[in-house]
């Protein structure tokens, strides 16, 4: 009878180690592919992400907003130099040079408005070489290699059936929650793209306003803001770098349970850091 059961119990391994297997190769697959996909897309500019969406962006910028930003542009630039006469005792104590001093600002402020999407892709043509050499540097790599591998299934064949089946159900538990950790990830990366547009939809109206001292803040403002934009595809790819370093130190073939819950926790924790990318780089920047 004993004979028997253990025919049973190896013929079930059989059928489900391989299973087993095949599972942990795609989870690991899975999120090993998502994160190598991350620098590739943190790295591109708003116009080579989506061409198309990019062109969509800059006509509506170009048509919709510029016609209003130049009558903001208009509005400061007589507010500036009524501010200006005003300090001048009402030209009781009349110079000339303060009328030059005008219109040079003014002139500055057109030529920042006409080159307004010209200045704001510069500053993510900054952070795409900042990223390209972060990327350089940190290994972003997470695949579990065939030694790996082939060691977890040893250590699973060593089993017996009912705590091969009980580590079935784990692992499907984690696939699941990696899987879907995976599409958050790629969600959060296409999320500030996204925002990345968004914000350059809107540029020439705060660059409307760098031609007065008093409303130049919306500007300043504003331009932190793109470079926080920019440099938190820098901050992704630390994270990254810190996600690749803790997943390739985890031990797979010893403790395999506790291993891939560990696995799923750095995961869950990758998609965590990078939700709060944003928000980190806009605080050194001050831009919040």
Known sequence: ???????????????????L?????????????????????????PSAFSPSVFSMIKT?????????????????ACYELVQLIISYNNLANFETWFIFKWVFKTAIAVELITHTWD???AVFDVAQHVVAGAGG????STAIDA?????????????????????????????????????IINIIVIARMI?????????????????????????????????ALGFQGFLIMICVGIYAVLITSVAFTTDIVGSIWMA?????????????TSTVSKAILNAI
């Open 264 to 276: 799923l926790g750095y995961t869950l924790l990758l998609g965590f850091s990078l939700f709060k």
């Open 147 to 183: 030694s790996a591998l082939a060691g977890m299934q040893s250590t699973i064949e060593a089993m017996d059936i009912m705590s091969i089946l009980g580590l079935f159900i784990q692992i499907a538990i984690v696939n699941l929650f990696t899987q879907l950790s995976a599409e």
């Open 195 to 227: 925002e990345i547009y968004m914000y350059v939809s809107m540029a020439p109206i705060p660059f409307a306003t760098f031609g007065n001292k008093e409303h130049g803040s919306i500007g300043i403002h504003y331009v932190k803001s793109l470079f």
């Open 60 to 76: 509506i910028s170009e048509t919709v907003i510029m016609p209003i930003a130049g009558i903001i542009l208009t509005f400061v």
């Open 119 to 121: 200045f704001s892709m």
């Open 21 to 45: 297997m095949q599972c942990l190769s795609e989870m690991f697959n899975c999120v090993n592919t998502t994160v190598g996909g991350i620098a590739a897309d943190v790295g591109q500019t």
């Open 1 to 19: 009878m004993e004979a028997v059961l253990e025919q049973i119990e190896e013929h079930l391994k059989e059928l489900i180690i391989p299973y």
């Open 137 to 140: 540097v940190i290994g972003a």
